[in-house]
């Protein structure tokens, strides 16, 4: 048998549904018969009657209703139907789910899945990468899921936690990431993984930079080179013990985003590193994202327009060389 | 499932119109809420208030229908002018106190201040600023209760004229028609968004047309009656409660004060203020009571020896208490500690 990243958070959602009574999905398209623009809640709402609801086009109210239902005991996915769209939600997202907690002491448990990143003709305003927006908020953990299993366990994680969480799940890997199976359980919350081990240096990515990152590793391995991989998987918190314990075994560390360049993940992390492990560097610290440009619709100009496997490549055996 | 709006006539004589039976407890809401919006103003004014002060003078009938006229387990979502709402409610006056003086002990322990409180788990919402974006947040309490099985409840958010304008406003009031939540949302059209008089605000004959137009049944209340304000809520507390539609009730007042104390509304022309909708609806109320002889005036000055026992009491009480410390501060935005984010500082 063989799962598809996008399988597995239906999967997630299934089992949530089943063995949770206070779960409901609610957004655009994701009841009825049609399960959801990418069909991630497919066959849902016919096995979960009641519990998968269509709603309008209101993105605020969307969340704003399961802000509400959250504060009274339920758990609430919203699907958006793409990272994009979640702009006009911002304000609940930030502004209401994100300091509640703070404010009175009552959690807000909602979970807000964004179908993230870039896909080949899908222009400016449907393959943001937004989770940046919801790191630089307080009051809000930010997943990336980069691997079938993550998607699946760490939605199911997702759920669990009793603070708001954005769930970023990117729709390039929707179909290209398989597994051979799902798993129980899989690295606490908040942990980095080590993807690939290596010891000449580290390059830290999250979702589908993650498995362009592996792939360059792969490449400069037939160069001689041994490149660790560090996937972050929750982009907020951020796992800086372990980026500091991969720096200090090579001495080089490049980041990849595929969120445009400034600020985000990429910067925050070669912010920490610098600032605690700054004798662990043997070179400047790099990073690579996308241009300071909207997402291009074109193929040869969204292929230009982000970083993939070869441009990490390049960017690597640079900074290697120094 | 669209409903004709609906209006009722605008009352034109008050004394004509006999009390509703909870005439004289809501006028004590309205009294307390008075007095301590009084105090806080001249405390305000002293310098002994931090950040702004929002006074709902010339709302207090409107608000205290919306507080008093629900029952245990609704949901109430009220905004800046709701003192008496919020009293009638059962928010203790001590909150807002505590609120207001910076206790470290109130609701929002100095986090956040004056009217931006509540108690989320005794179904006052505590607002934030961005206008508009409370009323889904009612529906989504509500769309719990209704999947968690609880019956006959209601869900009450406020709004003034000036937010209905926002988009979330909108998007809100949709997804109530849309879930057929048993939602009332009064506005209250006070003829000011701050600065801003109707004309610029929106362009409608009356606000309350847009009931049909959102699958709301709507009604036009004069703010300034008690009894009406009422009867009116009242009645669409009652239709929301009994699965009718979601009622929209839109009320007419003029803000008898500034938007906040920094303001001296100087831009309200004199001939506003001599509009019917310019009327103190608590002056009203009184003068209700005596031409009814619902109290004597010995009575009305107990009552209102009691309002200014109860604030001064709340007030002294907040103002021994220590304020809120940085270094002791516990500052975690997440109530899951091992998930928070450590930067070195
Ligand atoms: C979305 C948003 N924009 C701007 C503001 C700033 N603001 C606070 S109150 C106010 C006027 C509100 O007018 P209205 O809704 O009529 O209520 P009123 O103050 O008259 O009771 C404004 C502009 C805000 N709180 N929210
Ligand atoms: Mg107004």
Redesign the pocket.
């Known amino acids: 048998m063989s799962i598809t990243y996008l399988e597995a958070i239906r999967e997630a959602q299934a089992k949530l549904l089943r063995d949770d009574e206070r779960v409901f999905i609610y957004g655009q398209d994701v009841g009825g018969t049609f399960g959801g623009a990418f069909k991630a809640t497919k066959g849902l709402a016919k096995e979960f009657p009641g519990r998968v609801l269509n709603t309008p086009i209101s993105e605020d109210a969307i969340v704003g209703a399961a802000i509400g239902a959250a504060m009274q005991g339920m758990r609430p996915i919203v699907e958006m139907q793409f990272a994009d769209f979640s702009s006009i939600a911002l304000n609940q997202i930030l502004n209401n789910a994100g300091t509640h907690y703070w404010r009175t002491n009552v959690p807000v448990p909602i979970t807000v899945r964004l179908p993230s990143g870039g896909t080949k003709g899908s222009g400016p305003f449907h393959s943001q990468s937004m989770e940046l927006i919801y790191a630089h908020y307080p009051g809000l953990i930010v997943m990336t899921p980069a691997t079938v299993e993550d998607a699946y366990t760490m939605l199911i994680e997702a759920v669990a936690i009793d603070d708001p969480v954005i769930y970023c799940e990117h729709k390039y890997l929707y179909y290209h990431l398989k597994a051979d199976k799902l798993p129980e359980k899989g690295l606490p919350t908040g942990r980095a993984r080590i993807a690939r081990e290596g010891r000449d240096l580290t390059i830290v990515s999250y979702s589908a930079m993650m498995q362009e990152s592996l792939a360059a590793a792969e490449e400069l391995t037939r160069e001689g080179f041994e490149v660790e991989v560090v996937d972050l998987r929750t982009v907020k918190p951020l796992d800086t013990d372990t980026l500091l314990a991969s720096v200090a075994r090579t001495g080089r560390l490049l980041c990849i985003g595929e969120s445009f360049p400034w600020g985000g993940a990429t910067a925050e992390v070669i912010a920490r590193v610098t600032s605690q492990g700054f004798h662990l560097l043997d070179a400047a610290p790099q990073r690579l994202n996308a241009k300071d440009t909207p997402i291009p619709y074109h193929p040869n100009l969204w292929n230009a327009h982000r970083p993939n496997a070869q441009k990490i490549a390049t960017k690597a055996r640079a900074l290697l060389r120094e | 499932m669209l409903q004709t709006a609906q209006r009722t006539a605008k009352s034109k004589t008050k004394k004509a119109t006999p009390p509703h039976d909870r005439f004289l407890e809501a006028f004590r809401w309205m009294l307390l809420a008075r007095t301590l919006e009084e105090k806080l103003v001249s405390l305000y004014r002293g310098g002994l208030i931090t950040g702004g002060v929002y006074i709902g003078k010339g709302q207090e009938a409107v608000s205290v229908a919306c507080g008093l006229l629900l029952q245990k387990g609704d949901i109430f979502a009220p905004?800046?002018?709701d003192q008496a709402g919020r009293s009638a409610f059962g928010e203790p006056l001590i909150d807002v106190t505590r609120t207001y003086l910076g206790s470290r002990l109130g609701p929002m322990r100095g986090r956040d201040g004056n009217i931006h409180r509540g108690h989320p788990r005794n179904n006052e919402l505590a607002m934030i600023?961005?206008?508009?974006a409370m009323v889904s947040v009612t529906v989504g309490a509500l769309i719990a209760k209704r999947f968690k099985g609880e019956k006959n409840f209601v869900g009450l958010a406020c709004?003034?004229?000036?937010?209905?304008q926002?988009g979330a406003f909108h998007e809100g009031m949709n997804i109530a028609a849309v879930e057929q939540a048993p939602l009332v949302v009064v506005a209250?059209n006070?003829h000011?968004?701050?600065s801003t008089p109707n004309d610029r605000e929106f362009a409608c004959d009356d606000l309350v047309d847009r009931a049909i137009g959102y699958g709301f049944e709507g009604y036009s209340l004069d703010g300034t009656d008690l009894s009406a304000c009422l009867d009116v809520i009242g009645g669409a507390v009652k239709r929301a409660r009994a699965g009718r539609p979601p009622q929209l009730v839109v009320a007419s007042v003029l803000?008898l004060s500034g938007?906040g104390e920094h303001d001296d509304a100087s831009y309200v022309p004199e001939e506003v203020k001599r509009q019917p909708f310019a009327r103190d609806c608590l002056k009203m109320a009184e003068q209700t009571i005596i031409d009814l002889n619902l109290a004597d005036a010995e009575t009305l000055a107990a009552w209102r020896k009691d309002a200014a026992a109860q604030v001064d009491e709340a007030i002294a009480a907040a103002q021994q208490e220590a304020a809120p410390e940085g270094n002791k501060e516990d500052w975690c935005a997440l109530s899951t500690r091992d998930l928070v984010d450590h930067v070195d500082e």
């Open positions: 905004l800046i002018r600023s961005h206008l508009g709004i003034g004229e000036g937010g209905m926002t209250t006070n000011y968004a701050y803000r938007h």
